[in-house]
Every structure is written in structure tokens, then in C-alpha cells.
């Protein structure tokens, strides 16, 4: 079966609930708006349970099937968080708080699981009991990790967990999915350089921190294609240089360098990130300076689908688009949907939504019209998986 015909109809409806989200954005865990909003849809179609502060502001709604509770249970997730970004769309429905915006679609992810949410309410064509799971801090604060520590999959008895990204690096309307590795782990690290500072006419009194942290930045250069074997996929890249001082005549006490690194292997990534700290450390010391070295942010491990269950999406997909790439490159973007996979049996896809702005880019807007394709996956998926 194709698209549903219902979400044609559904169709505009869905659309008001994805732009209304993104007119309200909200960052992290701090979502009550967002949490509020889809709290209430579930409770308004009919969810059999509707449990709020899961993973501190996640939310989880269950439907049981026709036969009532019992049977396997299936989780269908979205994520809710919005960017730190300012928005450039122009939009009618734009973001009304500056410096907040929904620049990587998770509106239309959760507005897509509500849509699907109350379709599976109203028809129970299936046996056992879907979870629909809304997820808070997908950007950076690993809510998908507070969720399943708070006992997501234990509590509900969940077997399989799935989830979905839009991609306008796929077609519009189709399907891209592999088994095994697909999102890279992410590490998000700061090195703080310190020297002396002084005048910046006379630097032979000084030990100078923007020198040294500049050689710093080249020499990390060389990780990738010096230290790691070429036929293993891995990223280093320095995207932050902050002095503490702005002033022309001043050579600064302290730099801080950010930057992140992306790889599809443990012992790749183990490495890597010993000889960023080694090479920063030995380079700051050949200036005379100083290092320190940590995390800014939740580290994000591998996401691997699991082989079977990525069969399953597929077959959905296809079922519902025609056709799905099923050996789709990996990405070197990060998804702490990689939690729920550790913790369960699942599978993560991604939806085409065609040409446009990158994922957080400010002049990005979810692509409306993919919504029933989506809707309609998160269905037959969950029909197929317990029919019978």
C-alpha cells in the first residue's frame, strides 16, 4: 500500500501542527511548550497511556491494538529540540524567538509521529502495542541516553525501536537506509592554551598563545592523514579560536581551541583522540606554552541499525515509496538515537526531503510535503511488525 489516503486528508492539519512548532522553538530539555503540545495530541486521539517526564521532558504515548495490551511492543521515536540559530527563512510561520529555530526538521519528525500517532489510534490494525516516543536534547545533551537510563525500554516492555531523520541529501519522498554503522560517533573537545601575555611590541617578554595555538590547529591537521589507517572514515576539524582579548597592541594570556571529532570505529576513535591531546600538548610546548584538554559536550557513540530490523524498514519503505536505498553512504553527522540502539533492537531511516538549505543552515524549513510519505512509513512499519 502506498500513502495513506487519510493523510491526504490529514494532510494540512499536520502541516498547521509542524509550523506551529516552529514558530515556538525550544532548546534541550527545556521544552515544555513542545512537550505540552504533544502530550495533549495524544491525549485528544484516544492513547490508551500517555506517561510525561520520561528522560526528564520526553514523552511517550502507547496504543494497544485490537486485541487491547499484551503482545510485543514496538517504539516509534522523534525528537522535539530546536538549534541555537537565528532564522533567515522568512517565513510566515518563522521562528517568533530570536536565536532559536528548528533548522534540522525536528518539528516535522514530531508533527510526522503525531499524524502517524493518531491514525494508528483510530484504525488498530495491528496486534500488541505501538509506543510512540518523544525525545528531548537530540542536539548535544543526549536526551535519547536520559530516556532509556529513566527505563524506556524496560518499562514498556519495548523489543524494537525505530526512528527517522528527513535528509535533503535523499530525493524528495524516498527512502535511504543501511544496516550496520550509518551516523558517525561525535566527541566534542576545547584545548585551552596558556602562555604569558604582554605587549604586543614587545613578544620576546611573552609566550605567545595565538602562535602557539595557531601551530596548534596545523599540526592536528595531520591526525587524519598521518595516523589513521585511509580506508577507515574519520574527521577532524577545528571550528572555534577565542582569545581572551580583542585589542590590536595585545598578546593574550589564554586561547581556547574547539573543535570535534567524527569516526566509525572505537579503536580508530580511542586513537584519534589520544594524538589530539599528544600533538596539542607537544606543539604548545615547543611555543613554551601550556595545555589543557576536555569535553564540551555529550559524547555520541557509533549508530548501528541492526541488520534484520533494517530489513523490516526497508520492506516499508518500499511498500510505501516504491523503492529504498538500502546501502546508503554513512554519515559523518552524530544521532544519539545510537542509545536507543545500544539498548534495543532497531533501526534508524532517513526521508528524502529534495534540494534546499542544509540541515543547520538558517535558512532551512522542513519540507512540508513529504509529511504523508512519512506518516504513512511510520504506519505500514508498524502494522508489519505486528500483524498477526
Known sequence: MPIRNRFA?????????????????????????????????????????????IGRTGVVGLIHGRGGAGGRTIALRADMDALPILEAT????????????????????????????????????FDGTVAVVFQPAEEGDAGARAMVQDGLIDRFGI???????????VPQGQFAIRPGAF???????????RGRGGHAARPHGTVDTTLAASAIVMALQSVVSRNVDPQQAVVVSLTSFRTESEAFNVIPEHVLLRGTVRSFDMDVRDHVLKRVRDIARLTAESYGATTEFGFDEESYPVMANHESETAHCVAAATEVAGACVDDAPRTTGAEDFAFMLQACRGAYIQLGTGDGPGLHHPE???NDEVIPTGCSYWVTLAESRLRG
Not at 529555530?101 to 488498530?124: I, K, P, V, W
Not at 523489543?159 to 541529501?169: F, K, R, T
Open 9 to 53: 486528508e490529514l494532510h494540512p492539519e499536520i502541516t498547521a501542527w509542524r509550523r506551529d512548532l516552529h514558530e515556538n522553538p525550544e532548546l534541550g530539555f527545556d521544552l515544555p511548550r513542545t512537550a505540552g503540545f504533544v502530550a495533549a495530541k495524544l491525549r485528544a486521539f484516544g492513547c490508551d497511556e500517555v506517561v510525561e517526564g
Open 183 to 193: 551516523y558517525a560517533a561525535v566527541d566534542s573537545f576545547h584545548i585551552a592554551v
Open 159 to 169: 523489543s524494537e525501536i525505530y526512528g527517522m531523520h528527513n535528509s535533503p541529501l
Open 364 to 366: 532551512y524549513d522542513f
Open 90 to 125: 522568512g517565513a510566515a510561520h518563522a521562528s517568533k524567538t530570536p536565536g532559536k529555530m528548528h533548522a534540522c526538521g525536528h518539528d516535522g519528525h514530531t508533527a510526522m509521529l503525531l499524524g502517524a500517532a493518531q491514525y494508528l489510534a483510530e484504525t488498530r490494525n
